[in-house]
């Protein structure tokens, strides 16, 4: 083989490589030993554990998500081989929770929107690992994650993230923007939890939810 021809085939093996990275962002928490001791005082360990939709059940389950969500996936956060890490939070032997992160396009870049949850799928606490937004510090404040405190997909399956409206009255739509300025991303911070609590019922809770979804109000 000649070596413009070697090099047409290594140039080949670099783009492929890169192009399939390109296709499945990953959201993992930045130092985990640290930030799960934080989002879960009391823990001792953790295990991750990986999924994926394309494992989990291709075209059809990447389908039946959007459905949930009401929306289509789209973009390199959302291709269907995006590797989704599930923290497995322990005291001793005894499971006591999870950590979980997803990706979504904000207005100026990715935002990363981690949600900590007890067994049953309750949000106990909403963190903004990553944000580039002029209203990062009202986000990503206390104040602001404390109003996702105590919700579950059944509460965020009333809200409409295309058209941006309440299908049903529930504490999602008593959820108060901290920047006016920064509509986009606050939009986008709560499409990435009902996303979020989508994919966690999908992979670890065995759809507990699915009933309330399928019994939503028909438009």
Aim: hydrophobic content about 40%; charged content about 25%; aromatic content about 12%.
């Amino acid at each position: 083989m000649k070596y413009w021809q070697v090099a047409w085939v290594v140039m080949a093996m670099v783009l492929g490589a890169e192009s399939s990275a390109l296709g499945a962002v990953g959201c993992d928490l930045n130092d985990p030993d640290r930030d799960v001791a934080r989002l879960f005082p009391g823990s001792t360990g953790y295990k991750t554990v990986y999924v994926s939709i394309d494992r989990g059940g291709g075209e059809q389950l990447l389908r039946e998500i959007e459905d949930r969500l009401g929306d289509r996936f789209q973009g390199l956060f959302e291709t269907i081989d995006v590797p989704y890490t599930v923290y497995e939070i322990y005291r001793g032997s005894e499971k006591i929770g999870y950590i979980h992160g997803v990706n979504q396009k904000g207005q100026y870049g990715g935002i990363q929107a981690f949600l900590s949850l007890d067994l049953s799928g309750t949000i106990k606490t909403f963190y903004l690992q990553k944000l580039t937004s002029k209203a990062a510090r009202q986000l990503r404040s206390p104040e602001f994650g404390r109003q996702f405190e105590g919700l579950t997909l059944a509460d965020f399956y009333a809200y409409d993230v295309v058209n941006l409206q309440p299908l049903a009255e529930t504490r999602v739509t008593r959820i108060q923007n901290p920047a006016l300025e920064a509509q986009t991303d606050f939009r986008a911070a709560l499409r990435a939890v009902k996303k979020n609590l989508i994919l966690m019922d999908e992979f670890v809770f065995g759809n507990r939810y699915l009933p309330v979804f399928s019994g939503r109000p028909k438009q």
